[in-house]
C-alpha cells in the first residue's frame, strides 16, 4: 500500500515538473513570438520609411530634372530670340546703308563727300557686327553699279515703316552732303517717302508733292499755264521754259 502511495507520489511530482516545464516552453515560446513580431513590425517601419524617404529621393531627382529641362528650354528660347534680334538690327542697317547708296548714287556720281559718308557708315556697320556675311553684304551694296528703287525695295520691303521713316532725315542729308541737292536726289527722295505712303496710309510726304496735285499757276515770264513736274516738286512753263520750286501752300488743291 505504501509502494503505491509513493509510487502514486512521485508520478505526481514527476507530472506537475512536466507540467511547469510545458508551460515554461510555452511561454517561452509566446515570449519568441512576441520578440519576433516585434522586430518585424520594426523592420516593416523601417522599411516603410525607408520606401518614402526612397521615393522623395527620386521625387526630388525627378524634380532637378525637370528643373535642368525648363533651364534649358529658356536658355535656347531666350537665345533664339536674341538671335532674332540681331537679325532684324543686322536688316535694318542693310536698309539704312541701301538708302543712303541709293540717294548719293541717285545723280549718276558719287561725290567725295557722298564717298567719305558712305566709307564711314560701312565700317561702323562691320564694326558693331564684324562677321564675313554682314561685310559681304555691304560690299554686294555698295558695289551695285545701278542702285534703282526695284534693287532698293528688297532691302526696305521687311523691316517696319517707322524704321524706314527714321531714316528720311539721313536721306535729305545725304542728298546735300555735297552743298547741292540735285533734281535726281530730290526724285529719290520723293520715291521713297511716296513708297511709305502708299504702304502705309500716312502722310510720309511733308513738302514733296503727290504726283495728282493741281497747280494753278501762271508764268511769270509769258502768262501761260504751269506744269507740275512734282518729282522736283516744280512748276515748270512748257511754252517759255520759266520755272519755279513749290511747295504744298503754292498749290490750290490737294486730291487724294
Given at each position: 500500500m505504501l509502494g503505491t502511495i509513493l509510487a502514486v507520489?512521485?508520478?505526481?511530482k514527476v507530472a506537475t515538473k512536466v507540467g511547469k516545464a510545458a508551460v515554461g516552453a510555452a511561454g517561452a515560446a509566446v515570449a519568441t513570438g512576441a520578440v519576433v513580431?516585434?522586430?518585424?513590425?520594426?523592420?516593416?517601419?523601417?522599411?516603410a520609411a525607408g520606401t518614402a524617404i526612397a521615393n522623395k529621393q527620386r521625387s526630388k531627382n525627378l524634380?532637378?530634372?525637370?528643373?535642368?529641362?525648363?533651364?534649358?528650354?529658356?536658355?535656347?528660347?531666350?537665345?533664339?530670340?536674341?538671335?532674332?534680334?540681331?537679325?532684324?538690327?543686322?536688316?535694318?542697317l542693310y536698309a539704312k546703308f541701301a538708302i543712303c547708296y541709293y540717294i548719293a548714287l541717285s545723280d549718276g556720281v558719287l561725290a567725295a563727300e557722298e564717298k567719305a559718308e558712305l566709307d564711314r557708315l560701312c565700317v561702323e556697320i562691320y564694326n558693331r557686327f564684324p562677321n564675313p556675311g554682314v561685310k559681304s553684304e555691304l560690299l554686294k551694296i555698295y558695289n551695285t553699279?545701278?542702285?534703282?528703287?526695284i534693287v532698293l525695295e528688297r532691302y526696305i520691303r521687311d523691316v517696319d515703316h517707322t524704321v524706314i521713316a527714321s531714316f528720311l532725315t539721313l536721306a535729305d542729308e545725304t542728298a546735300a552732303l555735297d552743298g547741292n541737292t540735285t533734281d535726281a536726289e530730290k526724285q529719290s527722295i520723293y520715291k521713297?517717302?511716296?513708297?511709305?505712303?502708299?504702304?502705309?496710309?500716312?502722310?510720309?510726304?511733308?513738302?514733296?508733292?503727290?504726283?495728282?496735285?493741281?497747280?494753278?499757276m501762271q508764268c511769270q515770264g509769258c502768262g501761260s499755264s504751269m506744269k507740275l513736274i512734282p518729282y522736283d516738286n516744280k512748276a515748270v512753263c512748257p511754252y517759255c521754259g520759266h520755272f519755279i520750286y513749290l511747295k504744298p501752300r503754292d498749290c490750290s488743291r490737294r486730291v487724294r
Open positions: 507520489a512521485v508520478a505526481t513580431a516585434g522586430a518585424a513590425a520594426v523592420a516593416g517601419v523601417a522599411t524634380g532637378s530634372a525637370d528643373y535642368a529641362v525648363s533651364s534649358e528650354n529658356a536658355r535656347r528660347e531666350a537665345e533664339v530670340m536674341r538671335q532674332r534680334d540681331i537679325n532684324n538690327t543686322i536688316k535694318q553699279p545701278n542702285m534703282n528703287f521713297l517717302r511716296k513708297y511709305l505712303t502708299d504702304k502705309t496710309g500716312y502722310d510720309y510726304l511733308g513738302n514733296y508733292l503727290h504726283l495728282d496735285t493741281d497747280v494753278n
